[in-house]
């Protein structure tokens, strides 16, 4: 056999340093090889498809045409390294380093407070840091642009923007630009300044401390490469790997020969869609074309016959050619153009949009294809070449269809695209609605051109193109032939309606659901084309004076509004907090806006997280095999085939673990029998993680169902199975008092689950040791003291055998308290069996798909009230969906029912409710812990009576709320002053009187488009209803040299809980913070510790620092007595001269909790977090978009340790209960098969969800005795703030439904998604379209709540 070709050498630069790599694999990413070849682990992983930005880096090329050197951001995951032959790559190591010298974006991120876990700050730095190399001095719209395609689940973003506003332009330092107020005017005690002299701050770092930025300072583009770019070289280079070779050839002639030779080859250019398919649907394509050095493929031709652009162009090359060709021409010209434009602002992020190609656009011909549904109405011409010549094909409807006749042929190759002109009396229109605004995949899009005869209203030509209703791209050519010649008025678009409701038709079980929705937006977008063109037209012919024949009608401005898109402006917003006393010593960090710890190596990619930890000797890789049924027994497993593969070196299942396998009922590695689908079945240990997933696929499982199979809550219910017992609460009378009222109602609502989505996914590092069966154990959790105790007893061993480490988290929300101990006992079996160090990193849909998240909800309400708003009763009965296991669901029964009467004394009063066990994963902890679905349910109470009384809302929350010391339904007394002190300054601060008029006022005016503004109070109990729970430790040594080591029982999760300390040991010690550092939390050196969980670990792990300084301290008396003057060294030296111990131990035994279910009795909380938020939004009716336009947030921090830090837990939970409110929604098939299980699929909130106004207030003046310094713990309350944008969007859905004499009492569904708003804005568009029987389809998703 001959013998293959050797390998080129792959060349290319990484930060300055050029790499020649001799046996390149072409399946291997750029960020796979930054981070083990090269370990530069400054770039992570989080999704590994190019949907959140985690793994960006910047990637300079010479661009053949314009000889000019390009900067541009990619998702690393995404690009094959083969591609990068001849480009320089920065990654975030080579921009900068706390050990040499720190780029001014790094520090001034860092500075600015802008990051917390600091998983996402690498990816975030560099998407600034390329924008600052195309532009030093960039505007505030290129600043959210570049970071639109960057995701962060922990900041809320405000912070992040705010340090990359210090590069910009026009930014004045003055927070409320655009409101005509500046921030310094706020009030007689505000003061700018940082630590000012006055009782209020606006300020949380001091920007003059930041270095400037000097662009001369940047790494130049290799002058090697430089070379290499001018004399290209024109031979064909390959790259063979084990099973795929990349070939490149040098130029277009080659090319074409080559895809002669290899038809089936694919190009690849972005690989933004080959890679996702490649790597999640199983696609294999062993050959490779790489046209990347073809130029004739990114030329760029105007004539006057229109633009020719070169497949190869990328999509934001396009962007700005379309936007440099609608400056030059005539606007009657560039309809198509526009139009386009407009959704390349919106489609992905800026990386997608600098890797993805126009080609690989078109060709994918994905159903959701923003451009081609444009490209088909405007006439593009798609030009082919291949070796045996070229030919013009249009991308039309055949095209689109993939018809075989209308398509390229294998051997052919699009070389560019033409877009013709408009023309005059032509107008093209482009519509598009996501879950959200930007960085969302479409649900649905469309593309509309209509020519006129001129000078008339006569259809002369019509084409209308849809996306995301199809399984590609669809073409309502009918309906549109049948409209040629009709008049552009009432009667036209009645008759084009119903055709095209006929024509573009969607099954009941389309794939992505939401069918109703989907067919709605069908109508709704030539509703709004309609409109549009209704406007031009007046305008031309009045233009032309044309007879009153033709003449329009005027619309009238009420309806103007549904024209109109929500821009996508800058957020802007104050943060406000009481400054220290002025008598506090400047070395007395407490109080004060400390920078995290952390901040700095966050930014500069030199905080190790658990995957950053350098491969150890000898190491394996594991994959976990889940479970593909919901209910089944298993009948076999057969590993045989993966175990001969090349690397595998063993197949860990439940009969490997010496001990104890989980709980009886909650079984670490399945047996028998499957209760979930995503259930952990068995795990494979592998050399590599590539030969790990690969034999994965080999597993034959084979199962046979069981029944029943329940997954949804009123399935359960039917079933009767619950996971616990009932948890009630009731005081007074339920039933005399109802008995009494003046009116009734009743109603339902419905909660969506919550998926965590930390940036960091779940991830384990267990070393075995070679003595005594010791094993070290790294991982990314909560609770290391769970871990190590369930290593423990899944090994057989000693808990002393066994350490835990935790260095930080990437975030952690409740989702890393009790899972990360499964994926620890497993990796702990399977280190143990191999005798070899096991690392498991669960990859994002691993994660999605096994760990479960917050619990959906649903419940039921009857209020019986007066008709002055006052409530008599109420009776709430909730049921959780917990999933297959027992897991914290019955906590979080107890917490929900505990906090569901949140800041309203209601006399009357009974709370009930259940956890539901149903074959889906096991739900778990999640920031709220129960509280923000719950109490959802309670303000959807206040909302309908507000509706039945004919009351605003806030006068319902107002009458009802606790005024006095009073008690809680279980009998805790508390004082709600500071909750009425939130509430009045939250409604003081937002005006929001004056703004419910305006609001009011804006929604007399406007049919399509309604506003909405709510205010929320809170009352949020903090702390574990479990005395065991309430108490920590704390050790801290003194080294001879006078520096400081704090250990203490909390978990570094990006909360700031290790700076925190810090500052504590700091003013207990009386010593700078530069003398202290912390290294990790450890089991050895804090052991039996808590979880780092209900917005008490600052708290109690505080009062432990405290307590072992203040030993400390105790014992350096007498040598400070005898040398007062002495240093802080020279009184360590002493008390070692003198044998004092300078180590110590301190303690916490906190808060006695106690709760008495029988009696509904007790005193579980410590203490209350109050607050109240305003917001108001817009939504488009036609759409379901919305906007936020302001929120107003007061929190009662109490004296805040350091409010930096808890402003941005604030913020943070804020835009995440948000994100849980409005556009979090999990997707799970009739067979209990989680759909969205990528960033693709579900959308947590981006840089452009924050509101467009946001301010932040912690109350002044506030005390608490019981906990650290009065500081009051805030980790999770924010999180329920969020639900005043829901119900701002509830305030404007219910405007439209009184305007249109709708139904007042529609069922509350949160998420308050696009399409619940849509469908909740009913209008004769949702009249029309077609209904389908529920019995006659089976759908693609089922509601689980
Ligand atoms: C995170 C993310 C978000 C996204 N969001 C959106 C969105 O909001 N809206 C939207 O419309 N799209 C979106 N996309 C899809 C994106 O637009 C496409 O994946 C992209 O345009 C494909 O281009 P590419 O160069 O990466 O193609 P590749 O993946 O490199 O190639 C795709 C296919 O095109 C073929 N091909 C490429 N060039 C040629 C050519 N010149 N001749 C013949 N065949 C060719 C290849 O053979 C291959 O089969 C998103 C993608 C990602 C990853
Ligand atoms: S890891 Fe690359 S974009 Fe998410
Ligand atoms: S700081 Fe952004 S994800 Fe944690």
Redesign the pocket.
Known sequence: MPCPPRSHELVFFVNGRKVIERNVDPEETLLAFLRKNLRLTGTKYACG???CGACTVMVSKNDPVSKKIRHFSVTAC?VPICSLYGAAVTTVEGIGSIKTRLHPVQERIAKSHGTQCGFCTPGMVMSMYTLLRNHPQPSEEQLMEALGGNLCRCTGYRPILESGRTFCTESNGCQQKGTGKCCLDQGENASSSFGGKNDICTELFAKEEFQPLDPTQELIFPPELLRMAENPEERTLTFRGERVTWISPGTLKDLLELKVKHPEA???????????AMKTRGQFHPILLS?ARISE?TMVTKTSEGLTIG??CS?AQLKDILAETVSELPEEKTQTYRALLKHLK????PQ?RN???L???I??R?S????NPILAVGGATLNLISAEGTRQIPLDECFLAGLASAD?KPE????SVHIPPSRKWEFVSAFRQ?QCQQ????HVNAGMRVLFKEGTDSIADLSIAYGGVGAATVSAQKSCQQLLGRRWNELMLDEACRLLLDEVSLPGSAPGGQVEFRRTLVVSFLFKFYLEVLQELKKLVKLFSAPDSQRHPDISDRFLSALEDFPVTVPQGVQTYQSVDPHQPPRDPVGRPIMHLSGLKHATGEAIFCDDIPMVDKELFMVLVTSSRAHAKIMSIDFSEALELPGVVDVITAKDIPGTNGAEDDKLLAVDEVLCVGQIVCAVAAETDIQARRAVEKIKITYEDLEPVIFTIQDAIKHNSFLCPEKKLEQGNIKEAFEKVDQIVEGEVHVGGQEHFYMETQRVLVIPKTEDKELDVFVSTQDPAHVQKTVSSTLNIPINRITCHVKRVGGGFGGKVGRPAVFGAIAAVGAVKTGRPIRLVLDREDDMLITGGRHPLFGKYKVGFMDNGRIKALDIECYINGGCTLDDSELVTEFLILKLENAYKIRNLRLRGRACMTNLPSNTAFRGFGFPQGTLVTESCITAVAAKCGLPPEKIREKNMYKTVDKTIYKQAFNPEPLIRCWNECLDKSSFHSRRIQVEEFNKKNYWKKKGIAIIPMKFSVGFAATSYHQAAALVHIYTDGSVLVTHGGNELGQGIHTKMLQVASRELKIPMSYMHICETSTATVPNTIATAASVGADVNGRAVQNACQILLKRLEPIIKKNPEGTWEDWIEAAFEQRISLSATGYFRGYKAFMDWDKGEGDPFPYYVYGAACSEVEIDCLTGAHKKIRTDIVMDACCSLNPAIDIGQIEGSFIQGMGLYTTEELKYSPEGVLHSRS??EYKIPTITDVPEEFNVSLLPSSQTPLTIYSSKGLGESGMFLGSSVFFAIADAVAAVRTERDLADNFTVHSPATPAWVRMACADRFTEMIPRDDPKTFKPWSIPIA
């Open positions: 498809r190019g949907g995404l694919p190009l690849i250019l972005g690989n933004t869609s080959l890679g996702p046209p493929l497949a190869g999509l919106s489609l992905a992020g997608i890797m993805a190609s080609g690989g656009h060709i994918s994905h959701y294809s923003d451009l390229l052919e190759i699009l070389e996501a960085n969302a995949l479409p960033p693709d």
